[in-house]
């Protein structure tokens, strides 16, 4: 069991090189997640692989699983313009964030 402080869970919006289709998805390890999102399998037909979703614009840092996960359901739940402009107060050039990922 991890000591209180210690837990790192991450609610993250990814884009395509358009930025025309966004991902809402929740990881312990954000970095390796990203990897596994630009890296995956051949035979891979998720919605990341599919879309070409590769792109980091987004992510909040949570200590509380259940309080990420609660997170990520609200986001999922937002219509598109609310979502761009959460993005647009956290990213406002919608840069690709991938390499600021340590």
Same mark, same amino acid.
């Given at each position: 069991?991890?000591?209180?402080?210690?837990?790192?869970?991450?609610?993250?919006?990814l884009?395509?090189?358009?930025?025309?289709?966004?991902?809402?998805?929740?990881?312990?390890?954000?970095?390796?997640?990203?990897?596994?999102?630009q890296?995956?399998?051949?035979?891979?037909?998720?919605? $990341?692989?599919?879309?070409?979703?590769?792109?980091?614009?987004?992510?909040?840092?949570?200590?509380?699983?259940?309080?990420?996960?609660?997170?990520?359901?609200q986001?999922?739940?937002? $219509?598109?313009?609310?979502?761009?402009?959460?993005i647009?107060?956290?990213?406002?050039?919608?840069?690709?964030?991938?390499?600021?990922?340590?």
């Amino acid at each position: 069991m991890k000591t209180l402080g210690t837990h790192n869970y991450y609610v993250y919006i990814l884009t395509n090189l358009n930025k025309t289709v966004l991902y809402i998805g929740f990881t312990n390890d954000l970095k390796a997640r990203l990897y596994w999102h630009q890296n995956p399998d051949v035979m891979n037909k998720h919605f $990341t692989s599919k879309y070409k979703c590769f792109f980091l614009v987004y992510y909040e840092h949570f200590q509380d699983v259940e309080i990420a996960i609660a997170r990520e359901k609200q986001l999922k739940g937002w $219509t598109r313009l609310k979502k761009e402009n959460l993005i647009k107060d956290f990213n406002p050039d919608w840069k690709f964030l991938n390499k600021e990922i340590e």
